[in-house]
C-alpha cells in the first residue's frame, strides 16, 4: 500500500532577531494508511514544529529551506491555502498539546465540532451534525447532553475527550495528537490512551503520537521515531527500536524513564542538556552528552542509514545490543 | 521516611562536616540590591528601545522639555519682559492679533500678548501639572493596591467599594461644580486630581497585580523568614507593581493634562495662563468664529496640547510592551 | 468586571448534568444570571446611596452654601431671614437635613432652580435627560461598533501599513483637545461647507408653526428608534444561523430591515412629523461624530492590544486547524474574545465618556444635563447643579449595569460565579 503521509528531507527554521533555529532538520519518514507513528524525544527537539509543519500552521517566522511533505500523493505546501483549508480536519485533524486552551471558552462544546462539521460537509444539516456530536460523544465517554455545556464546566479529562471527538468529528484519515495526555493524570491518561487506540484500530486511521513520554509512545505506536535537536536520529517499527536501541540516545532515554513492570534498577540519566538550536554542535548534535563519541561523530554529521529491514539510525557508533544479530552496521562507512 | 521527619543531627553520630556555604560575597546587600536593579532596569530599556511608538513619545517628551527649559534664558536675557511677558505683556508697535511678524514668530494674542512666549512658559507648568498629579495618584495607588492585595478582607473591601465610586465619578462634570466655587489654582487642582484618579481605576488594576504578586512562593518565604507586613509589601510587592504603576503614570499625566485644558478653555480654572487658557482667550474674544484666518490664536496651543499627551500616551504604550511581553513585535 | 465585586449567584447550577440538548440547563442558566443581576441591582442601589451623600457632603462643604444665596439679599428683614430659614430647613441639625435630601430625591423633589426660577430641577432634569441618554448611547455605541472593527481589522493584519497608520490617528484622535476638535469640526461643516447646522437642537424658524413641541417629538423618536433597534436585532436572531452560511438568508435579514426602516419612515412621513425629525437628526450629527471620533480610537486600541494577545491562544489555532475560513477564525474566535477585555475597559471608561458629552454638549449647545450641569455651575444655581451631577450618577450607574449585564451574556463563565472564572 502506498504511503498515506510521507516527509522527505523536511528542513525548515526559525527566523529570530538572534540568528536562524534550526527547528527541524533533514527529517524523513513515512506513514501507511492505519498504522500508528509516535514521535519522541526531550521538549524543545522539534516534535511539535514537525506537527505544524504537516497541519501547515507554522508562525509566521518559519521557513521551509528544503523538502516536502505529501499527504496522499499531493503537495501539502503546493496546495493553494483555500485547497488545503479543506483538507485540514477532513483528511487531518489534530489534538492539541494543550486540550485545555483549545475549546473556546464563548461557545459551547457541541457547538464548536458542529462548526467543523457544518464547514467541511455542506450537505449535513445542523440536526444530522448535532446527531453525530452525540455519536461522538459516546464513543470518547461523555454523555451526549454535555455537548450543551461550556468548555469550564468541563473537568480536564473530559476536555481532553471532547478534543478528542472533535478531531474525529469529519472522519479524518490521519490525527496528529501532540502531546494528548501530557496534562491528565497518570490513571486517566491511560484510558484515554487505550480509547483512541481502539478507536483508531476500529476505524482504521493513522494516527501520529507525539510525547516526550516514552512509555506512552512504547503503548500505542507501531513506528517509532527518535527526535533530538531537529534532527530524526533513530525510525523502526516500535519492537525494533524498543526492544533493540541502536542509537545511543534512545537508549539513554529508555533507561531514563522508569518500567512499573519491569525489574528494579536504577535510572540512567542522560549527562548536559539539549543544545542550542541556534547554533547546534558540529558533527552528530548528540555529540556533547554522547559517552560513545569520537572525532568522527565531532565532525562528520552522520546520515539516516539503515540497520535493519524497517529500521533507520543516524549514528556512527551504534550501540552493540546482543539480540540485535551481532553486526555493528552503523559504523561500516 | 520517618528519618525525614527527624532533625539530620539528632542521635546520629558525628555528623560530617558540611562545607560553610561562602559565596564570596563582600559587598553589602544595598549595593547588590542596586546592582539587580539597574540590571533590570538596563533589560528593560532594551525592550523599551524596540518600542518604536514609545521612543518617538520620549524623543517628543526630551524636546518638550528642553523647549520648556527654554523659557527662563529667554525672558531673562533676550526678550524684553514688558513685552514678552505672558500674562500681562504688550506690543505697543502692532495692531493684535498679529499674525506672525518677525519679532512675533508666531504672532500675538488679542490682548497683545507674544504666542510663543505663552507656549514656552507654559510647557513647564503643564509638565509641573502633569507630573504631579500623576505621582501622587500612582504613590496613593500602588501603596492602596499593595495594601488591599496583601491584608485583603476587610481593608480590601473599602478600598474597592471606594474604587467602585470614584470610578462612577464623571471627573469633569464634577471638577466644574467645585471649579465654579472653589477657584482651583494649579497644585491644589493637581492635588485633587491626584486623589481622584489614585482611588479610582488605578487601584484597581494595581491590585489586580498585586494580588497575582501575593500568592508568589518568595512573599510566603518572606513571611517565614520573619518579614513585617510593611517590610514584604514593601520590598516584594510595590517593587513587582511598580512597572505597571510607571505604565499608569504616564496614562494619568496624559488625562491631567487633557482635564486642567478643558476647564481652562471653559475658564473655571484659576489659572493666569496655559494652553488651554490660550485657547480660552481666543475664543471668548470671539475670534474662533473665523478659524482659518485666525490660525495662530488656536492651532499652536491646540498642536501642543494634543502632542504633548499624544508623547505620553506614547510611551505609555512603550511601557505596556515591557509589562505585558505578549504585545511586543515578534 | 470590575475584580473584586462580591460574588452573586454562587456556583450552584454549575456541572449539574442536564437532559439533551438542554432545556433544564437552559433555565439553570436563566436562574443563575437572575441571581446575579438581583445581586447587581443591590449594589447598585447601595452605590447611588453612597454617592448621593458624598455629593450632599461635597456640596455642604462648599463655602457659600445654598442657604446663602438667598439670605445675602441685604434687603430682606433679619426675622423673614429667619423665617426663610427655618422655612427652607436650613435650622435643623445637618443630619436631619440630610435625610430629606435623600427623601426628596426620591420623591422626585430636587427643589426649584435659580435660574430657571420657577421651574424645579426636577422637571428640567426630566425634559433634558433623554437628549444626553441619545446622545450619549449613539454616540457610544457608534464609537464602540467602530472601534471594535477597526481594531480587529489591525490586529490581524499586525505590523501592516494599516496597523501603523491605524494607531498613528487613533492616539491622535485619542489625546486629541475635543473643545478644539469640536470647534474645527463646527467650523469645517457648519461655518465652511454649510452642510449642517450650526449647532443647537432645533431650528427655531422652522419649529415655530409646528404643531407639535420639540420634546414630543423628541419622545416618538426616541420611541421609534428603539423599537427599530429591537426589530432590527430580532430580525438578525432570527437569521443568525443562515447569515453565515447562505447568501439567500442574509439577503432576507436586510431586506427585512430596510422594510422595517422603510415603514418607520412611512409612518412619520403620514403623521406629518418627517421634516422635523429629520431637522432633530442634521442637529445630532454633529455632536454624535465628534463624541465618536473622541471615543472610538480607545476602544480601537484597546481591541487591538487584547486581539493580540488571543490570537496566540490555542484555541484560534486549533480553529485554524479545523480548516474554519480565515474570516471565520477571526471573527468568532479571536475578535470574540479578545471583546470581553474590550467591554470591562468600556464600562471602566464611562464616566470620563460621560466627561466627553458634557464637553461636547456645551460646544454643540445641545440641551441635555451636561450643558444644564455646566451653566448652573457657572451661574452658581446650587439646586440645579446637585440635580444634574446626581442624576449624572444615576445614568452612569444604569449605563453600568447596563454593561454588566451585557458582558454576562457575552461571557458565559460570568453567571455562575460573578466573576469571570479562571480556566482549568
Known amino acids: 500500500m502506498d504511503a498515506l503521509l510521507s516527509v522527505e528531507d523536511f528542513t525548515m527554521h526559525y527566523r529570530t532577531k538572534a540568528g536562524w533555529v534550526q527547528a527541524v532538520d533533514g527529517v524523513s519518514f513515512a506513514l501507511k494508511r492505519g498504522q500508528a507513528l509516535g514521535l519522541v524525544g526531550e521538549s524543545g527537539c522539534g516534535k511539535t514544529s514537525v506537527a505544524m509543519s504537516i497541519m501547515r500552521l507554522l508562525p509566521y517566522n518559519a521557513e521551509i529551506k528544503h523538502g516536502r511533505i505529501t499527504l496522499g500523493g499531493r503537495d501539502v505546501y503546493a496546495m493553494a491555502s483555500e485547497e488545503f483549508r479543506q483538507v485540514r480536519w477532513k483528511e487531518i485533524s489534530m489534538i492539541f498539546q494543550a486540550a485545555m486552551n483549545a475549546l473556546n471558552p464563548v461557545y459551547t462544546v457541541g457547538s464548536q465540532i458542529v462548526e467543523a462539521i457544518v464547514e467541511h460537509e455542506p450537505e449535513t444539516t445542523e440536526e444530522q451534525a448535532r446527531r453525530r456530536v452525540a455519536e461522538l460523544f459516546d464513543l470518547v465517554g461523555i454523555p451526549a447532553d454535555r455537548a450543551d455545556h461550556y468548555p469550564h464546566e468541563y473537568s480536564g479529562g473530559m476536555k481532553q475527550r471532547a478534543v478528542i471527538a472533535m478531531a474525529l468529528a469529519c472522519n479524518p484519515s490521519l490525527i496528529i495528537a501532540d502531546e494528548p495526555t501530557t496534562a491528565l493524570d497518570v490513571i486517566v491518561q491511560d484510558k484515554i490512551l487505550r480509547e483512541m487506540e481502539e478507536i483508531r484500530r476500529r476505524i482504521n486511521m493513522s494516527m501520529i503520537y507525539i510525547s516526550h513520554d516514552i512509555s506512552v509512545i512504547a503503548e500505542v505506536s507501531d513506528i517509532v521515531g527518535v527526535m533530538y535537536a531537529g534532527k530524526l536520529m533513530e525510525i523502526g517499527e516500535a519492537d525494533d527500536v524498543f526492544k533493540r536501541p541502536r542509537h545511543p540516545y534512545t537508549y539513554g532515554l529508555m533507561h531514563a524513564y522508569p518500567s512499573i513492570l519491569g525489574a528494579k534498577r536504577d535510572l540512567a540519566t542522560i549527562p548536559g542538556e539539549p543544545p542550542n538550536l541556534m547554533a547546534p554542535p558540529a558533527g552528530c548534535r548528540f555529540n556533547p552528552r554522547c559517552d560513545r563519541a569520537t572525532d568522527e561523530c565531532r565532525a562528520v554529521e552522520p546520515k539516516l542509514i539503515k540497520a535493519g529491514p524497517e529500521h533507520r539510525i543516524a549514528c556512527h557508533n551504534p550501540v552493540w545490543t546482543p539480540s540485535s544479530g551481532g553486526e555493528r552496521v552503523g559504523a561500516a562507512r | 521516611m520517618t528519618e525525614l521527619a527527624t532533625s539530620p543531627d539528632m542521635g546520629r553520630g558525628p555528623e560530617k562536616q558540611l562545607p560553610r556555604f561562602d559565596p564570596g560575597i563582600t559587598e553589602p546587600i544595598w549595593k547588590i540590591r542596586w546592582k539587580m536593579n539597574m540590571r533590570s532596569l538596563a533589560q528593560n530599556w532594551e525592550i523599551f528601545k524596540e518600542s518604536r511608538v514609545g521612543m518617538s513619545g520620549l524623543i517628543i517628551i526630551i524636546a518638550f522639555g528642553a523647549f520648556g527649559l527654554l523659557w527662563p534664558i529667554m525672558i531673562n536675557f533676550v526678550?524684553?519682559?514688558?513685552?514678552?511677558?505672558?500674562?500681562?505683556?504688550?506690543?505697543?508697535m502692532l495692531m493684535h492679533p498679529s499674525p506672525p511678524v518677525a519679532g512675533h514668530l508666531l504672532g500675538t494674542d488679542p490682548i497683545g500678548r507674544d504666542i510663543l512666549a505663552q507656549l514656552m512658559f507654559s510647557t513647564g507648568r503643564e509638565f509641573l501639572l502633569g507630573m504631579l498629579s500623576a505621582v501622587i495618584s500612582v504613590v496613593v495607588g500602588t501603596f492602596i493596591g499593595a495594601m488591599a492585595a496583601y491584608y485583603g478582607g476587610f481593608t480590601d473591601t473599602i478600598f474597592m467599594r471606594v474604587a467602585d465610586i470614584v470610578m462612577l465619578f464623571p471627573f469633569v462634570p464634577l471638577l466644574v461644580v467645585i471649579g465654579s466655587m472653589i477657584r482651583l489654582s494649579i497644585f491644589p487642582f493637581a492635588i485633587i486630581l491626584g486623589f481622584l484618579e489614585a482611588f479610582g481605576g488605578i487601584t484597581v488594576i494595581l491590585k489586580a497585580q498585586a494580588l497575582q504578586v501575593k500568592v508568589r512562593p518568595y512573599i510566603d518565604a518572606a513571611r517565614v523568614a520573619g518579614g513585617s507586613d510593611l517590610h514584604i509589601i514593601r520590598a516584594h510587592i510595590i517593587p513587582n507593581v511598580l512597572p505597571l504603576s510607571f505604565l499608569y503614570m504616564m496614562f494619568n499625566v496624559t488625562a491631567a493634562i487633557v482635564s486642567e485644558a478643558t476647564l481652562s478653555f471653559f475658564g473655571i480654572l484659576n489659572i493666569d495662563m496655559s494652553w488651554g487658557m490660550m485657547i480660552h482667550t481666543a475664543e471668548t474674544a470671539g475670534y474662533l468664529f473665523d478659524f482659518g484666518k485666525f490660525w495662530w490664536l488656536w492651532a499652536p496651543s491646540g498642536f501642543f496640547i494634543t502632542l504633548f499627551c499624544a508623547a505620553f500616551y506614547m510611551v505609555g504604550r512603550g511601557l505596556d510592551e515591557v509589562v505585558n511581553p505578549r504585545l511586543r513585535k515578534r | 468586571m470590575i475584580p473584586g465585586h462580591a460574588r452573586a449567584g454562587g456556583p450552584s447550577g454549575a456541572l449539574r448534568p442536564a437532559p439533551r440538548f438542554g432545556r433544564e440547563q437552559l433555565k439553570a442558566r436563566v436562574i443563575t444570571m437572575r441571581r446575579y443581576m438581583l445581586g447587581r441591582v443591590g449594589q447598585l442601589v447601595l452605590t447611588l446611596l453612597i454617592y448621593m451623600t458624598m455629593v450632599y457632603f461635597l456640596m455642604q462643604a462648599m463655602p457659600g452654601d445654598i442657604s446663602q444665596v438667598y439670605l445675602a439679599n441685604p434687603r430682606i428683614p433679619q426675622a423673614a431671614r429667619l423665617e426663610l430659614k427655618k422655612q427652607l430647613g436650613l435650622d435643623r441639625p445637618p443630619f436631619f437635613q440630610y435625610l430629606s435630601y435623600i427623601k426628596n430625591f426620591f420623591t422626585g423633589?430636587?427643589?426649584?432652580?435659580?435660574?430657571?426660577?420657577?421651574?424645579?430641577?426636577?422637571?428640567?432634569?426630566?425634559?433634558?435627560?433623554?437628549?444626553?441618554?441619545?446622545?450619549?448611547?449613539?454616540?457610544?455605541?457608534?464609537?464602540?461598533?467602530?472601534?471594535?472593527?477597526?481594531?480587529?481589522?489591525?490586529?490581524?493584519?499586525?505590523?501592516?501599513?494599516?496597523?501603523?497608520?491605524?494607531?498613528?490617528?487613533?492616539?491622535?484622535?485619542?489625546?486629541?483637545?475635543?473643545?478644539?476638535?469640536?470647534?474645527?469640526?463646527?467650523?469645517?461643516?457648519?461655518?465652511?461647507?454649510?452642510?449642517?447646522?450650526?449647532?443647537?437642537?432645533?431650528?427655531?424658524?422652522?419649529?415655530?408653526?409646528?404643531?407639535?413641541?420639540?420634546?414630543?417629538?423628541?419622545?416618538?423618536?426616541?420611541?421609534?428608534?428603539?423599537?427599530?433597534?429591537?426589530?432590527?436585532?430580532?430580525?438578525?436572531?432570527?437569521?443568525?444561523?443562515?447569515?453565515?452560511?447562505?447568501?439567500?438568508?442574509?439577503?432576507?435579514?436586510?431586506?427585512?430591515?430596510?422594510?422595517?426602516?422603510?415603514?418607520?419612515?412611512?409612518?412619520?412621513?403620514?403623521?406629518?412629523?418627517?421634516?422635523?425629525?429629520?431637522?432633530?437628526?442634521?442637529?445630532?450629527?454633529?455632536?454624535?461624530?465628534?463624541?465618536?471620533?473622541?471615543?472610538?480610537?480607545?476602544?480601537?486600541?484597546?481591541?487591538?492590544?487584547?486581539?493580540?494577545?488571543?490570537?496566540?491562544?490555542?484555541?484560534?489555532?486549533?480553529?485554524?486547524?479545523?480548516?474554519?475560513?480565515?474570516?471565520?477564525?477571526?471573527?468568532?474566535?479571536?475578535?470574540r474574545n479578545a471583546l470581553l477585555p474590550t467591554v470591562t475597559s468600556l464600562v471602566l471608561s464611562l464616566a470620563s465618556s460621560m466627561s466627553g458629552g458634557l464637553v461636547t454638549e456645551t460646544m454643540f449647545s445641545w440641551p441635555g444635563i451636561g450643558q444644564v450641569l455646566f451653566r448652573a455651575a457657572i451661574g452658581n444655581d446650587y439646586p440645579l447643579a446637585t440635580g444634574a451631577l446626581v442624576f449624572t450618577g444615576v445614568f452612569l450607574l444604569v449605563a453600568h449595569f447596563v454593561a454588566d449585564v451585557l458582558y454576562a451574556f457575552l461571557d458565559p463563565r460570568i453567571s455562575y460565579t460573578g466573576q469571570p472564572a479562571a480556566e482549568g
Open chain 2, 79 to 92: 526678550w524684553d519682559p514688558l513685552i514678552y511677558h505672558p500674562v500681562v505683556g504688550f506690543d505697543p
Open chain 3, 109 to 335: 423633589n430636587l427643589g426649584v432652580s435659580f435660574s430657571h426660577y420657577p421651574r424645579p430641577v426636577w422637571d428640567i432634569l426630566v425634559e433634558r435627560l433623554p437628549r444626553t441618554i441619545v446622545l450619549f448611547v449613539t454616540a457610544n455605541c457608534l464609537s464602540f461598533y467602530v472601534g471594535f472593527v477597526l481594531g480587529r481589522i489591525i490586529a490581524w493584519q499586525r505590523g501592516a501599513t494599516v496597523d501603523r497608520m491605524a494607531t498613528v490617528v487613533g492616539i491622535t484622535f485619542w489625546t486629541a483637545f475635543y473643545p478644539l476638535l469640536s470647534l474645527i469640526l463646527i467650523w469645517l461643516f457648519a461655518f465652511t461647507l454649510n452642510r449642517l447646522p450650526l449647532n443647537q437642537f432645533i431650528e427655531p424658524a422652522l419649529w415655530i408653526k409646528a404643531p407639535f413641541t420639540s420634546n414630543t417629538v423628541f419622545g416618538y423618536m426616541v420611541l421609534g428608534a428603539s423599537v427599530i433597534a429591537l426589530a432590527v436585532f430580532l430580525i438578525f436572531w432570527v437569521f443568525r444561523r443562515g447569515l453565515r452560511r447562505t447568501r439567500r438568508s442574509a439577503a432576507m435579514a436586510w431586506a427585512m430591515t430596510a422594510g422595517v426602516i422603510g415603514l418607520a419612515i412611512w409612518i412619520a412621513h403620514a403623521t406629518g412629523t418627517l421634516i422635523y425629525i429629520w431637522d432633530i437628526i442634521r442637529h445630532m450629527i454633529l455632536p454624535v461624530c465628534t463624541l465618536t471620533l473622541i471615543n472610538f480610537a480607545g476602544t480601537m486600541l484597546l481591541m487591538r492590544d487584547s486581539m493580540l494577545e488571543t490570537v496566540q491562544e490555542d484555541y484560534v489555532m486549533a480553529a485554524r486547524a479545523k480548516g474554519l475560513p480565515d474570516n471565520v477564525v477571526r471573527d468568532r474566535y479571536a475578535a
